[in-house]
């Protein structure tokens, strides 16, 4: 509303912002804008009648940076859609970018309540002040409470299985569980030892198999099925791993058979987690690479690799992935969300919807003149 735009409001707040010298006036002489007393006046006694009637909810001015400074404070948070052509003009032949820009104190950019529209244009046409044909942005705030409503209504639950999944480590006592970790992780998390039974807790690492897929490592030693139950009790943990984990890969000691031992420990784990797809990898090939007896006798496909030189571990990789590719329930397509989110996202489309519908506005206005 207010006086229409012309070149003369541009580039004034560059004006003002620069240093002073004397060739200021002569190269800024169009900056200073051309201000209308008459229309200043009348601006004025709209403004206050509109504010005594609490009829606008946000008023700016359309000062340093036009259109462009108003419209983007205003919208700021909740966006805006600038109707350029429909901007009141002193003279035509004005370009967007200078409908935007050009600066008038004498003009202002108003949001208003829809219920509002009709008593303020009234004050306005009494007054003889001019005004670009309103936007109606309550359809817009509507438009988006429909919108988050709409995604709140389309969106899965984020359940924790979407984190990475677990790979449990398992294997007869000195096999290279740990070992193993270390080379697959990068990392060296866990105590290599000949000592059979160096790890007691559960270790865990991360580990990428390629093509961004990331897995949690976790070395779940002590699972020995040739314990006593009291020593079997102690290792409760790494049982808990193996049972929960998304794929076990049991080691077996290529350069230390004992078949039996494997085969124990084997339909140990398959009884602790039936559902998870079991990879067998034969250990220490650098030391013995004949794996296919031991495969034979245990009825199980062995990757034969090597802890210590890395061979095999890309294969194990690419065969742990497709076990895992084909054993985890796909994720939901679209938004997952938490309970948070939801509060959130639900928060705001009922802000948004009362925006669209508000019928009494008790606020003056929220932003300041710049
Ligand atoms: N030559 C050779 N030695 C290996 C390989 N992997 C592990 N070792 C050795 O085997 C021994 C046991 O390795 P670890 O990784 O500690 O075995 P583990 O299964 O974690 O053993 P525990 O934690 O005691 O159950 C260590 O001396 C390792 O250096 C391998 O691929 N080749
Ligand atoms: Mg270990």
């Given at each position: 509303v207010g006086?229409?735009?012309?070149?003369?409001?541009?580039?004034?707040?560059?004006?003002?912002?620069?240093?002073?010298?004397?060739?200021?006036?002569?190269?800024?002489?169009?900056?200073?804008?051309?201000?209308?007393?008459?229309?200043?006046?009348?601006?004025?006694?709209?403004?206050?009648?509109?504010?005594?009637?609490?009829?606008?909810?946000?008023?700016?001015?359309?000062?340093?940076?036009?259109?462009?400074?108003?419209?983007?404070?205003?919208?700021?948070?909740?966006?805006?859609?600038?109707?350029?052509?429909?901007?009141?003009?002193?003279?035509?032949?004005?370009?967007?970018?200078?409908?935007?820009?050009?600066?008038?104190?004498?003009?202002?950019?108003?949001?208003?309540?829809?219920?509002?529209?009709?008593?303020?244009?009234?004050?306005?046409?009494?007054?003889?002040?001019?005004?670009?044909?309103?936007a109606d942005l309550a359809d817009r705030a509507r438009g988006v409470g429909r919108?988050?409503?709409?995604?709140?209504?389309?969106?899965?639950?984020?359940?924790?299985?979407?984190?990475?999944?677990?790979?449990?480590?398992?294997?007869?006592?000195?096999?290279?569980?740990?070992?193993?970790?270390?080379?697959?992780s990068g990392m060296d998390r866990a105590i290599v030892s000949a000592m059979a039974g160096t790890t007691r807790d559960v270790l865990t690492a991360p580990a990428e198999l390629g093509d961004g897929m990331e897995v949690l490592l976790l070395d779940a030693a002590g699972l020995d099925a040739a314990a006593d139950p009291l020593t079997r009790a102690a290792h409760a943990a790494a049982t808990e791993a193996v049972s929960s984990a998304d794929a076990v890969l049991l080691v077996i000691d290529a350069a230390d058979p004992d078949i039996p031992a494997d085969a124990a420990l084997l339909a140990e784990v398959r009884r602790l987690n039936p559902r998870a797809p079991l990879l067998a990898v034969a250990n220490k090939t650098d030391l013995n690479p004949d794996v296919a007896d031991a495969a034979r006798r245990l009825g199980l496909a062995l990757l034969p690799v090597s802890a210590l030189t890395g061979a095999g571990l890309d294969e194990l990789r690419a065969a742990l992935a497709d076990a895992l590719a084909d054993a985890s329930p796909p994720r939901p397509a679209g938004l997952g969300l938490h309970e948070r989110q939801r509060e959130r996202i639900a928060s705001a489309a009922g802000a948004a919807a009362r925006a669209g519908y508000k019928r009494s506005v008790r606020g003056r206005e929220r932003f300041a003149y710049t």
């Open positions: 006086g229409r735009t012309g070149r003369d409001g541009i580039h004034g707040a560059t004006f003002s912002s620069g240093e002073l010298t004397h060739e200021h006036e002569t190269e800024f002489s169009h900056a200073v804008q051309i201000g209308n007393a008459i229309t200043e006046k009348k601006m004025l006694d709209c403004m206050l009648q509109a504010r005594d009637a609490g009829l606008y909810t946000a008023i700016t001015d359309c000062g340093a940076g036009g259109l462009s400074s108003a419209v983007g404070e205003m919208g700021q948070k909740i966006g805006a859609e600038v109707h350029l052509d429909r901007v009141p003009l002193k003279y035509a032949g004005l370009s967007y970018p200078e409908i935007w820009i050009s600066e008038a104190q004498e003009r202002m950019v108003l949001g208003v309540p829809q219920q509002n529209v009709k008593p303020i244009l009234k004050i306005f046409a009494d007054e003889g002040v001019e005004l670009a044909r309103p919108e988050l409503t709409g995604a709140l209504d389309s969106a899965g639950t984020w359940a924790p299985g979407s984190a990475e999944p677990t790979v449990a480590i398992t294997g007869r006592p000195n096999a290279g569980k740990s070992s193993l970790l270390n080379a697959l």
